[in-house]
């Protein structure tokens, strides 16, 4: 049985897509960019938030791009909960998870305030050994140094270990790190890209990680 699970945030324990994309069509739209329809921020985040405005205004100067930042953290910070919610089944096997004694922890490149913000607002009861986001001294995913953070708060031997996240940036960190991944088909990317980076498994709903956690059979 596996004893550490860590999980991605966005796209695997909610979909918070339609808050980060309204905050970074407010940064454009101030500014006199275009705004991008929702359903293509599926495929511009996960990079981190600076990676997020490079991809929603390509041609703009880094000045500019220091300026999209500013306005969409100033709007992200107040409207991150308006419409994210977490995926169907997610509180549920947090809680089962930590009730069988399985501790759990959060990796994220959304940055750390923000990150933590969001976990104490919708899973206030459940105790993660680590929540971790982008900062200064932290390098993002799929650098996996963010894992072996995880690893110096909660010492846990790697085949333990399952990392679960919804995109090939979490597939490649849980590879770099040496630790078994699961990818969930419900987040912002799809199956293919998933099977693409060599994901060990690939998972439907939430009783599939608890499978795995335990090593029952998959059916």
């Given at each position: 049985m596996k004893k550490l699970v860590i999980f991605d945030l966005d796209g695997t324990l909610l979909n918070t897509i339609a808050d980060l994309g309204n905050a970074c069509n407010y940064a454009l739209k101030t500014l006199g960019y275009a705004e991008h329809p929702l359903p293509s921020?599926?495929?511009?985040?996960?990079?981190?938030?600076?990676?997020?405005?490079q991809r929603a205004a390509p041609d703009a100067s880094p000045e500019v791009i220091e300026t999209l930042l500013k306005l969409f953290r100033e709007y992200y910070d107040n409207h991150a909960m308006d419409l994210t919610v977490?995926?169907?089944?997610?509180?549920?096997?947090?809680?089962?998870?930590?009730?069988?004694?399985?501790?759990?922890?959060?990796?994220?490149?959304?940055?750390?305030?923000?990150?933590?913000?969001i976990i104490s607002h919708y899973f206030p009861e459940i105790p993660f050994v680590a929540v971790l986001g982008e900062s200064a001294d932290r390098s993002k995913k799929p650098d996996p140094s963010i894992v072996f953070e995880v690893l110096g708060k909660h010492p846990t031997p790697k085949n333990d270990v399952l990392y679960v996240g919804d995109s090939a940036v979490d597939m490649e960190t849980a590879?770099?790190?040496?630790?078994?991944?699961?990818?969930?088909?419900?987040?912002?990317?799809?199956?293919?890209?998933?099977?693409?980076a060599n994901a060990n498994h690939i998972v439907s709903d939430t009783g599939e990680i608890l499978a795995l956690v335990t090593r029952a059979e998959l059916t």
């Open positions: 921020y599926n495929y511009m985040v996960g990079n981190g938030v600076r990676t997020l405005m977490p995926y169907p089944g997610i509180r549920e096997l947090l809680r089962q998870l930590t009730d069988m004694g399985v501790a759990v922890a959060v990796t994220s490149n959304k940055y750390q305030a923000a990150v933590e913000k590879r770099r790190a040496c630790i078994e991944s699961a990818g969930v088909t419900w987040g912002f990317r799809p199956v293919s890209e998933l099977t693409d």
